[in-house]
């Protein structure tokens, strides 16, 4: 009886150490930013009328590379891979209004182009353009509403650094 049970368990054991398969993206040895070697991502340009952009944005990507690549965002001589792009566009729009015709609530909407590239060949591995939105309230006080905007800012290059690794990914 012991063997009959002892048989099992191993089983179980062998088959939960096994795994299913699962795993994060970024970390398949043979995905470009799971290598050896990294990626670099210098600021993106800003073609936008919104100063700073491109610098928010850029971090976001660095922070989100590093974490979901286990640290695999390096400088330009380090790096096999370069993440580029740019800041197209930046747009707030009203979205809805009060019962008095004043701007209750805005849309912010920022354009991105990002492509990954080997370094060494040139070789494009993914370009893409990608745009995100994030509702904010409008606001009398132009602190209170500057400060919605730029957290709305904020959220859209968190959501856009997200999305560029995804895709990046995807292929590979």
């Given at each position: 009886?012991?063997?009959?049970?002892?048989?099992?368990?191993?089983?179980?054991v062998?088959?939960?150490?096994?795994?299913?398969?699962?795993?994060?993206?970024?970390?398949?040895?043979?995905?470009?930013?799971?290598?050896?070697?990294g990626?670099?991502?210098?600021?993106?340009?800003?073609?936008?009328?919104?100063?700073g952009?491109?610098?928010?944005?850029?971090?976001?990507?660095?922070?989100?590379?590093?974490?979901?690549?286990?640290?695999?965002?390096?400088?330009?001589?380090?790096?096999?891979?370069?993440?580029?792009?740019?800041?197209?566009?930046?747009?707030?729009?009203?979205?809805?209004?009060?019962?008095?015709?004043?701007?209750?609530?805005?849309?912010l909407?920022?354009?991105?182009?990002?492509?990954?590239?080997?370094?060494?060949?040139?070789?494009?591995?993914?370009?893409?353009?990608?745009?995100?939105?994030?509702?904010?309230?409008?606001?009398?006080?132009?602190?209170?509403?500057?400060?919605?905007?730029?957290?709305?800012?904020?959220?859209?290059?968190?959501?856009?650094?997200?999305?560029?690794?995804?895709?990046?990914?995807?292929?590979?």
């Amino acid at each position: 009886m012991h063997r009959f049970f002892a048989f099992w368990l191993l089983m179980i054991v062998g088959i939960a150490l096994n795994g299913c398969g699962y795993h994060h993206v970024g970390s398949v040895a043979g995905s470009p930013v799971g290598g050896k070697d990294g990626v670099h991502i210098p600021v993106f340009a800003n073609k936008s009328y919104h100063p700073g952009l491109e610098t928010v944005l850029t971090s976001n990507l660095v922070d989100e590379f590093a974490r979901r690549s286990g640290g695999k965002a390096v400088d330009e001589a380090a790096a096999r891979l370069v993440l580029s792009g740019a800041v197209l566009s930046y747009a707030v729009t009203p979205v809805s209004y009060t019962a008095a015709d004043k701007i209750r609530e805005y849309r912010l909407t920022i354009k991105v182009v990002a492509t990954l590239s080997d370094r060494q060949s040139g070789k494009v591995l993914w370009k893409g353009e990608l745009s995100g939105s994030q509702d904010y309230p409008a606001n009398s006080n132009l602190a209170l509403q500057q400060n919605s905007e730029d957290a709305a800012v904020r959220e859209i290059c968190r959501r856009l650094a997200e999305q560029i690794h995804e895709k990046t990914q995807e292929d590979f």
